[in-house]
């Protein structure tokens, strides 16, 4: 497998107060395409911002972010966006989906957003009849269960075809059946689709369940 993810020196500080944070401190690591990766560690470790900042949802301030060999760090906002909604898929611990609409329109907003098949709906059913969701397809998020919330994001998290899916506590809101569910659901993915997937996680049963442990601690790799 060759290198998708090439972080070199990377550093994020925040000012709280008059206290400089360094919520990631100098850390490098490549991570290959096709990889299911578990990035674990205490809370207030970094495991989170490393996340959003190779998801494009913040900038380093220090350091390089290599996807596909293009600098990420180095990006326009209008740039950073394309790539944002292109190349990554976001699944939330907290679903992340929007009230008022139906499945098949939650899932279907990448779509409009890229503007790249905005008026079609065949990528959006397809996504969630593999999620086994056909017959939840019309149905708003206050008449689905957790689970079935867990897997609409998991099917609008690859509806634009994403080579990296980053997930965040994905399982943190749901049961333990349907937390095991909903990781199974990741690995086939990564399996089946060759999608990149790095997973956020306190749970030591997930990480077992990836091809590599990343573990953090105040900021850097451990």
Not at 60 to 80: H, Q, Y
Not at 168 to 174: A, H, I, K, R
Not at 207 to 214: H, L, P, S, T, V
């Amino acid at each position: 497998m060759k290198k998708l993810i090439e972080i070199k020196n990377l550093t994020k500080r925040y000012r709280i107060g008059g206290e400089t944070i360094n919520a990631v401190d100098d850390v490098t690591l490549d991570i290959l395409e096709g990889e299911m990766v578990a990035i674990t560690g205490p809370s207030g470790s970094g495991k989170s911002t490393l996340m959003h900042l190779i998801g494009g949802l913040d900038k380093p301030t220090k350091g390089d972010i290599l996807v596909g060999g293009i600098n990420i760090a180095k990006l326009k906002d209008r740039d950073l966006s394309k790539y944002r909604n292109t190349t990554i898929g976001f699944v939330f611990q907290s679903f992340n989906l929007q009230p008022n609409l139906t499945s098949l329109e939650n899932v279907k907003l990448p779509l409009i957003f890229s503007r790249s098949a905005s008026n079609k709906v065949d990528p959006a059913i397809r996504a969630l009849k593999m999620l086994d969701l056909e017959n939840r397809i019309s149905h708003k998020p206050n008449q689905l269960s957790g689970g079935q919330k867990q897997r609409v994001g998991i099917a609008r998290a690859l509806v634009n075809n994403p080579k990296i899916i980053l997930a965040d506590e994905p399982t943190g809101n749901l049961d333990s059946k349907n937390g095991s569910i909903v990781i199974n659901l990741l690995r086939e993915i990564n399996k089946e689709k060759n999608v990149t997937i790095i997973i956020v996680t306190h749970d030591p049963n997930i990480a077992n369940k990836c091809d590599r442990e990343i573990r953090m601690k105040d900021g850097k790799i451990v």
